[in-house]
């Protein structure tokens, strides 16, 4: 699975969107980006993912680059209850997850 | 659908004793995985199942460690003798495919 990087923290205004990078430039063609994140104490929770097409659902948008090396993560409005560390993941199909750091997202009022 | 359901949440032992923690996949998910989470090491895959059958351990830590999945519904996770290094929070996850759905996970305290 390719490695993906992140930046370690974020801040974000709440009720403003949210714009997580990821860099994955080792990235296959049959890698898929997968993005989670975990809330202090809970599980990780799956939020989207994509192949190279930009995929959008209720929760957020993931925009890939046509060369599919980067993605962002966009939470469109942002709450307090997205304060979280969010998770980039790239793999393919053995469907392995391997969890690096991720990204601190602090959601201030 | 009540999701994936562990047992214990948490569970304080001492070293020597033997824990095992049990798992409860969301119905007709084919993968099982098994995750540990530490603060030093993040959160690790310790092994996952396909059927019921184990496709990798190589994440199991060490003899110590053992897991189990005797049917579609329910897999174990035994460690036996425990060591404080052992303390962590234990995920269980299953999935359908690819996209993995986490259970609320059991801390683990080994004094």
């Known amino acids: 699975d390719a490695k993906t990087t992140q930046p370690p923290s974020m801040d974000c205004a709440e009720g403003r969107a949210a714009n997580l990078p990821c860099n994955h430039s080792t990235i296959s063609g049959n890698e898929y980006v997968y993005w989670y994140r975990q809330i202090h104490s809970q599980g990780p929770q799956y939020i989207i993912h994509g192949l190279k097409n930009n995929e959008t659902n209720e929760m957020a948008s993931l925009i890939i680059t046509e060369d599919r090396k980067s993605s962002t993560l966009i939470l469109p409005h942002a709450t307090l209850r997205d304060t979280a560390v969010y998770y980039c993941i790239a793999t393919g199909n053995t469907g392995k997850l391997i969890f690096g750091q991720g990204t601190t997202l602090q959601v201030k009022p | 659908d009540a999701g994936v359901i562990q047992s214990p949440r948490h569970e304080v032992t001492e070293m020597g004793q033997e824990v095992t923690l049990r798992c409860k996949p969301i119905s007709g998910h084919d993968y099982l995985f098994w995750y540990r989470q530490t603060m030093m090491r993040g959160l690790e895959l310790l092994i996952y199942f396909n059927n019921n059958v184990p496709i990798d351990d190589s994440g199991m830590p060490e003899d110590r460690f053992s897991a189990k999945m005797p049917n579609a519904s329910f897999s174990t996770l035994k460690i036996q003798p425990s060591e404080p290094r052992d303390s962590a929070v234990y995920f269980c996850?299953?999935?359908?495919?690819?996209?993995?759905?986490f259970g609320p996970g059991t801390r683990l305290t080994v004094l």
């Open positions: 996850a299953s999935s359908p495919g690819y996209t993995q759905y």
